[in-house]
């Protein structure tokens, strides 16, 4: 018996093939391209699988964009999605640090991943892999290249402000300075993390965190994040499929 999950983010949609010990297909494609034919995509992770959308009915669906999708029947919160989909990779973790395209959430669970606690970033994009997108186009460096580049920095220029929009000019004013882009890049990093760290005061932060979403992909955000808090770290071999194996746990 298999089921489905999808987790239609903001940037990406992610999804999920799986039974009741293993991932059997994956497909992660822009969001965008994945709202113009959604049946289609699903049914391209199903068949990965050997199944077909009409003929299954465990589907689930979570994200910023799950209320689109109107022929999944059971919708799922992400923080949901996010916590068993983290404590199923990693059952021994007790927190979750998601780090997506619009937000940042850290989680506490229990051992089947219910969710005890939680807080949110979701009134500014700082610390956002928009913001993170937003900042790439700006230094015109690739999205991928840019935690690579900071833990390549032999200085570290200072982003101080807490908001997205300043923060762009503080970069725009020290590219006009000559700063070397590694060095905005590792300062920039460090102010993300100062935010997201911002959240683990307003929940109980218990033994061994799970990190998901797109940011998680960023060697400079784990690299920092490490040294700072004195947990064990947990990235998934690919953090974005996460919300989506808690959608398929659900259904």
């Known amino acids: 018996m298999a089921s489905a999950g999808i987790d239609v983010g903001s940037i990406n949609t992610a999804v999920v093939t799986l039974d009741s010990e293993r991932v059997l297909s994956t497909i992660i494609v822009n969001t965008d391209d994945f709202l113009l034919n959604p049946r289609q995509i699903v049914n391209q992770a199903l068949e990965k699988a050997g199944f077909d959308l009409e003929k299954i009915d465990k589907i689930a669906a979570t994200g910023r964009g799950r209320k689109s999708l109107d022929f999944v029947r059971k919708k799922s919160a992400e923080v949901v999605c996010q916590a068993r989909g983290a404590i199923w990779i990693n059952p021994s973790a007790r927190t979750v640090l998601n780090l997506g395209a619009e937000s940042s959430r850290i989680l506490s669970v229990n051992e089947d991943g219910r969710v005890l606690s939680f807080a949110a970033n979701d009134k500014c994009a700082a610390g956002s892999g928009l913001f993170f997108d937003s900042m790439a186009h700006l230094m015109d460096i690739p999205l991928a290249d840019m935690g690579k580049l900071a833990l390549e920095a032999e200085s570290m220029e200072e982003v ?58 960023n060697q400079a955000i784990i690299a920092e994040l490490s040294a700072k808090l004195d947990l064990q770290l947990h990235l998934p071999p690919e953090p974005q499929l996460v919300g989506a194996v808690g959608a398929a746990l659900l259904a």
Not at 168 to 186: D, N, T
Not at 195 to 208: A, F, G, H, M, Y
């Open 160 to 217: 101080s402000s807490r908001c997205a929009v300043f923060a762009e000019s503080e970069v725009i004013s020290h590219i006009h300075r000559g700063v070397p882009k590694e060095a905005i890049l590792a300062g920039l990093h460090k102010a993300v993390v100062d935010r997201i760290l911002d959240l683990t005061s307003k929940v109980t932060i218990l033994p061994e965190m799970v990190v998901t979403g797109g940011v998680a992909k």
